[in-house]
């Protein structure tokens, strides 16, 4: 008979238990250890090795870290995995290795991951003592994952970021309708606490696919300022584009995205409705890097600023600050207009406030349109009620005091404390 003595697999939040971002937990059992998520804090300036949580391994050689796994590809889940000990064997999805790797080139804070195992829906890898199961969930970062972990007879079931309401919403559905079965302990996010009301739901991506259908609809340049790496709402923007007969123009970093996805039924080269616009920043920065290869798959779909202005009407750009100076210099402002189709708190301080200050000096309002990536409290609820886990951990919110309000078997647990699974 399999032992039930809890003691075996122990864990310990790192970062989470009281924040959005920076997500880390430690897994133990058998004196070997795995981390789920190594993330950014969203505060933190910089990436910076005086971030690490204290793991033995993370900074020096240590036998018992096995691994970190990477639930998805935002940085607040992998965002420290550059400043720790390089040769620690990292496990994530091989479309999100693959995006990391595509984004390279064109972010700061770079980072070409070297991953030795790659998750798969439903497919099982054992790690030393650990088992895990990855589940693929609809989130807004493609290729995300919940993870189950079984160790010493003790079941874990790691949400990740997940939702109800995007394009794989069915995914959340065949979730919550085959549960895995004997959850003793559930770590669960809870962005939406906090944000939303208990019986509020968030729009899904049709609803944002019609309201953006209905602004493409209104005459004049659309400018768009949306995550490349939020593939849902990519889809969402090309929808609405086909619907009204505009043209999407994608720069090279949002092209490169897409293709890294290894998925033929995303938008691609050839489709109607897309050309491929580069613009200055990118242009300098592939003639610096000496990077031209960049461009040559996209030859035969680009569109080049002195054309901009006569389809004006008919086309939408995926915007980002950095594209300013393009339209200074195809004089594209005047028949312009912005939307902002991502979290709005980031309109509230940083680059996402001076945009919104720059676009007003030129007299350009910024309509928002736009859904979370994370499930809302009703969906929450769900969840929780369809694993019925022994405990429930919260975790990835900032309000870990409200989950006994909505779910049942709360247990709060400290950043750094280590409990039995
Ligand atoms: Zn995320
Ligand atoms: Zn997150």
């Known amino acids: 008979m399999q032992s039930e003595s809890s003691g075996a697999f122990r864990a310990r939040i790192h970062r989470g238990a009281q924040q959005i971002g920076g997500s880390c937990i430690e897994l133990e059992a058998g004196g070997q250890r795995i981390l789920l998520d190594l993330g950014l804090p969203l505060a933190a300036a910089d990436v910076s090795d005086a971030l690490l949580p204290d793991v033995e391994g993370l900074r020096g050689d240590h036998p018992g870290l096995n691994a970190i796994v990477i639930s998805h590809g935002h940085g607040d889940h992998w965002g420290l995995l550059p400043v720790c ?4 064997q990292v496990v994530m999805g091989a479309a999100t290795a693959r995006i990391l790797s595509a984004a390279a080139p064109f972010v700061p804070n770079s980072f070409v991951p070297s991953v030795s195992q790659h998750l798969s829906d439903r497919t099982v890898l054992q790690i030393g003592p650990f088992r895990i199961t990855p589940f693929l969930v609809d989130h807004s970062a493609y290729d995300a994952y919940a993870l189950q972990i079984e160790a010493c007879g003790r079941h874990l079931f790691y949400s990740g970021d997940i939702r109800a309401h995007g394009r794989k919403a069915a995914l959340f559905e065949r979730l919550v309708s085959k549960p895995p079965e004997r959850i003793d302990t559930m770590l669960m996010e809870g962005s939406s606490l906090g944000r939303l009301n208990e019986h509020d739901r968030f729009e899904n991506e049709d609803a944002i696919e019609a309201r953006l259908a209905e602004s493409f609809g209104r005459p004049g340049l659309v400018l768009i300022s949306a995550s490349a790496q939020n593939i849902d709402r990519l889809v969402s923007i090309y929808r609405a584009c086909k619907r009204t007969g505009r043209t999407l123009l994608l720069d090279l970093y949002a092209m490169e995205i897409l293709r890294a996805t290894g998925n033929p039924n995303l938008p691609a080269i050839g489709w109607p409705n897309l050309s491929v616009y580069v613009p200055e920043y990118q242009r300098r920065h592939i003639a610096r890097n000496q990077r031209f290869d960049l461009l040559e798959p996209y030859k035969s779909a680009r569109i080049f600023r002195e054309h901009i202005a006569e389809i004006a009407d008919k086309a939408v750009m995926l915007f980002r600050p950095a594209m300013a100076r393009d339209l200074d210099l195809g004089h594209l402002w005047d028949n312009a207009r912005a939307i902002w189709s991502q979290w709005d708190g980031y ?3 940083g680059p996402g406030a ?6 007003l000096e030129r007299g350009i309002q910024l309509e928002v349109i736009h859904t979370s990536g994370h499930a809302s409290i009703v969906d929450l609820k769900r969840l929780a009620s369809a694993l019925n886990p022994g405990r429930l951990v919260p975790i990835h919110t900032f309000h870990g005091e409200r989950f006994s309000d909505y ?15």
């Open 85 to 88: 000990r390089p040769g620690i």
């Open 347 to 349: 309109l509230q301080a």
């Open 354 to 359: 001076k945009l919104k200050v720059e676009l």
């Open 407 to 421: 779910f049942d078997n709360v247990t709060r647990r400290a950043d750094g404390e280590w409990w039995d699974v």
